[in-house]
């Protein structure tokens, strides 16, 4: 006979988890107890959040489930951020959280949360155990429920008697669930049409999604775009599915899409979605979204399709699939007229208001240089977030973890730590600023025990500079609450952490500092005091369609 | 536009908070919702009517296909059902128009299930008209009280079980 928590351990053992983000707790002292004795690292994370952010980052550079495991109650609460990030931005993540006894569920126990009340809506699924029998079981579900079909993040909810209780321990029966069956190969009708559409388009435009760097499918997005002679523009979550150095990229569209990217898309007559929400931060004005094209949506979530926006051919299936099935039926074309035109909107550089004193957008162009392509690239949210996206050259497949959907400012610290744990000897770049540094430092702690040598590129304005940026345009420049008046020294503090601290103020001693920093042995910092005054552009304000850039001439 | 769906879900607990949680965070607006066992104890029927345009209504269909205790979801509402619903309702009727009361429930075939002295309580089976109508035609009488449960349906015919 074995306890709940042995059973447990034993089927992530089976689900060749190799690490858990954990933050033990009186609720989930069984499981703790035997992940000790076995095959799987436990990683003492400093504050829950930080460990389901880790668990992502490592889900998104290695393609696995991500695994965090915390007690009930606030440590439970503590991951809400996390899982909400994960589930926006299609991450799968297993969440183990402890729960008490099923005795006093429901009682307002001590440390008691009605976890799975609280994670519905942000969550693919999740699950109560009651019964020690069905462990086994229901975490190999769980596992396939967070990687199949578009991934997601589950919870699993583990009363703390169900650890305890004994069960043999059973053969699993593979998992065969009526409730989820994901279609992965995509309708030949539907793909017939595609590739009608594709040969009749004289203007086709690809936009890549996440969903490519899910189905890693990124060889056959290249292949797509090479044999059509396409263009290709990224979401936020598709950045680094197609490298910024191939002639065919253009790179991030969007609210802060470069303006190749955002006018290929408004003058496109074909535009193939593939993977992605068309999110708000993409569509800007939907009625005014790619007004000349048709829409060929691909998505292996059916409720994407026509969610958000009018599609003409809507096709669901794993787009690794879908794109062998097109390929295999498609001919060669040529479109040297688009791309000609293509080649004169890429001349158009985001612009830049350079401003005096260090600007951050030369810092990031400068980071681009040097920057190995083998490196990953985690973000905070805000601005440097934007520079970063619109900037680095994403040659790494899944080489740019960033929190796109929700945005969660803290992410940038704990991605890192999540990659640089599953890639050890890669570099792992963690780019942010001051605002979302902050929320992330706790995790500097974790970095620290670890060992692990992430650089952080830190652009520091003391200000929360996309809030200023949009108070500028929105609010007539009269900032409230985002000015630091009075910042932290974060040298002090990469001291306390055992870290390297580099200090750049001047355009000169820039790549210098870069290449310190870079090269530095262990965790780093180079801090940039950087203008506060520059804005990302371009801009489409609220209501606007792509076309419509601040910092960009209309009508180009 | 209303819609009724015929959702066959897991008979888990937790289901029907998860359907009912999926509708207001979508915003989607339910109408009624009926979920009792089916003939196999292991699965539950949601009868589920909601009010909304053709992009609501696909966009419902969908993200409750996208639940993973959601087994199969059927928009029958231009199908040939059966629908029935059941109400109760207490009206007024004292000695000088009891007589008429009971007259309108013998015409909508109602039964009378409790007689008290100043009230019945009718007890009344239908489709949504006859519903109307009944409350239509006992409202001059005064109803004191009404519950209604929402409605069920069946598609006629032989039919695969939604499996």
């Known amino acids: 006979m074995h306890t709940g928590a042995e059973i447990l351990v034993k089927a992530l053992e089976r689900e060749n988890v190799e690490m858990v983000f954990s933050y033990p707790g009186g609720a989930n002292l069984e499981i703790l107890d035997y992940l000790k004795k076995s095959s799987i690292k436990t990683v003492l994370v400093r504050h829950e959040q930080g460990a389901a952010h880790e668990a992502s980052g490592y889900a998104r550079i290695t393609g696995k489930p991500g695994v965090c495991l915390v007690t009930s109650g606030p440590g439970a609460t503590n991951l809400v951020t996390g899982i909400a990030a994960a589930s926006m931005d299609s991450i799968p993540l297993i969440a183990i959280t402890g729960q008490v006894a099923t005795s006093m569920v429901g009682t307002d126990a001590f440390q008691e949360v009605d976890v799975t009340g609280i994670t519905d809506p942000i969550t693919k699924h999740n699950y109560l155990i009651k019964d020690v029998n069905a462990v086994a079981q229901t975490v190999k579900e769980a596992f396939y429920v967070a990687s199949a079909g578009r991934p997601g993040p589950v919870v699993l909810d583990f009363p703390r008697d169900v650890a305890k209780a004994s069960s043999k321990i059973k053969e699993v029966a593979s998992i065969d669930l009526r409730g989820y069956k994901p279609n992965l190969k995509g309708h030949t009708g539907q793909i017939k049409q595609v590739i009608r559409l594709l040969a009749e388009a004289k203007r086709p435009l690809i936009l890549a999604g996440g969903g490519i760097l899910g189905s890693e499918s990124w060889d056959e997005l290249r292949q797509l775009a090479e044999s059509q002679q396409t263009p290709v523009a990224n979401t936020l979550m598709g950045l680094s599915s197609i490298s910024l150095d191939h002639p065919l990229a253009l790179g991030l569209a969007g609210v802060h899409g470069l303006p190749a990217a955002n006018l290929a898309i408004q003058r496109a007559d074909l535009l193939v979605g593939l993977g992605t929400r068309f999110s708000d931060r993409l569509s800007c004005d939907v009625e005014g979204f790619a007004p000349n094209a048709k829409i060929i949506h691909i998505d292996v979530d059916p409720a994407e399709i026509g969610k958000n926006l009018r599609v003409d051919i809507p096709l669901v299936g794993d787009l690794k699939i879908v794109l062998n099935q097109i390929l295999e039926k498609l001919e060669p074309v040529q479109h040297q007229e688009w791309l000609a035109e293509i080649a004169q909107l890429k001349a158009v550089k985001a612009p830049a208001c350079r401003a005096e004193g260090l600007s951050p957008i030369t810092v990031m162009e400068s980071l681009a240089k040097v920057l190995p392509a083998q490196a990953i690239v985690t973000t905070d949210v805000g601005q440097h977030q934007l520079w970063a996206a619109q900037r680095l050259s994403h040659r790494r497949p899944r080489g740019f973890i960033s929190s796109g959907g929700l945005g969660a400012m803290g992410y940038g610290i704990p991605a890192a730590i999540g990659a640089q744990m599953a890639c050890p000897k890669d570099l792992v770049v963690a780019v942010t600023g001051d605002g979302s540094f902050q929320m992330g430092l706790p995790e500097l702690g974790t970095a620290k025990e670890q060992k692990l040598p992430i650089k952080i590129l830190l652009l520091n304005n003391s200000y929360l500079g996309m809030v200023k940026q949009l108070q500028d345009f929105y609010c007539g420049q009269r900032y409230a609450a985002v000015q630091f008046t009075d910042n932290p020294d974060f040298g002090c503090l990469m001291k306390a952490y055992g870290g390297s601290h580099y200090l750049v103020t001047r355009e000169e001693d820039l790549s210098q500092a870069l290449a310190d920093f870079l090269a530095d042995p262990g965790m780093a910092v180079l801090e940039a005091r950087v203008a506060y005054e520059e804005n990302v552009l371009p801009m489409v304000l609220g209501g606007n369609c792509l076309s419509q850039m601040e910092g960009i001439e209309e009508n180009l | ?163």
Do not use: Y
């Not at chain 2, 619903?85 to 009891?98: H, K, N």
């Not at chain 2, 949504?128 to 035609?137: L, Y």
């Open chain 2, 1 to 163: 536009m209303k819609h009724t769906f015929a959702v066959l879900v897991e008979n888990s607990p937790g289901v029907l908070s998860k359907v009912a949680g999926l509708f207001s965070r979508r915003g989607f607006n339910i109408e009624s919702l009926v979920v009792s066992e089916t003939e196999d104890s292991s699965t539950s029927r949601m009868t589920i009517v909601v009010e909304g345009d053709n992009r609501v209504l696909e966009q419902v269909g969908k993200q409750l296909n996208k639940q993973v205790d959601v087994i199969k979801v059927n928009d029958i509402t231009n199908e040939e059902t059966v629908e029935r619903q059941l109400c109760l309702i207490r009206v007024s009727a004292d000695q000088s128009t009891r007589q008429e009361v009971l007259q309108i429930t013998e015409v909508f075939r109602c039964r009378v299930v409790d007689i008290g002295r100043k009230s019945l309580i009718v007890e009344a089976t239908g489709d949504e008209a006859k519903m109307q109508a009944i409350i239509r035609s006992l409202w001059p009488f005064g109803i004191m009280e009404l519950v209604r449960t929402g409605k069920v349906a069946m598609v006629r015919g032989e039919r695969n079980k939604g499996k």
